[in-house]
């Protein structure tokens, strides 16, 4: 089963910075598009990012463009998410997730996720 080990979250004060990791395991992220997702307390998984590393293709939610940046390590079979000058409303469980392209069918599994909670 395709999933990934999601790492990197923790309290963070409003203004800060936080850097997400996603590694997959049995296939290879250079292969699909890797997309970015958050679930808010009380909301749906939303979809914050994307990237294909074939294709060079970045997309972003409007809510973090010029905030947060993804970036890929084909060697590390692993993806970031770099998420600066956070807010209260970034908080949430950050998944990853494998899709044939960014708004393609999804070919993962839900990993556990890791917390990223910014409160003062």
């Known amino acids: 089963q395709y999933q990934f080990v999601e790492s990197g979250g923790d309290l963070v004060q409003p203004g800060g910075s936080l850097r997400l990791s996603c590694t997959a395991s049995k296939f290879f992220v250079e292969h699909y598009s890797i997309g970015w997702f958050r679930q808010a307390p009380g909301k749906e998984r939303a979809g914050v990012s994307c990237i294909s590393s074939g294709t060079k293709e970045e997309k972003y939610a409007d809510s973090v463009k010029d905030r947060f940046s993804v970036s890929i390590d084909n060697a590390k079979n692993t993806v970031y998410l770099q998420m600066n000058n956070l807010t209260p409303e970034d908080t949430g469980v950050y998944y990853c997730?494998?899709?044939?392209?960014?708004?393609?069918?999804?070919?993962?599994?839900w990993g556990q996720g890791t917390p990223v909670t910014v409160s003062a």
């Open positions: 997730a494998a899709r044939t392209s960014c708004s393609g069918a999804f070919i993962s599994s």
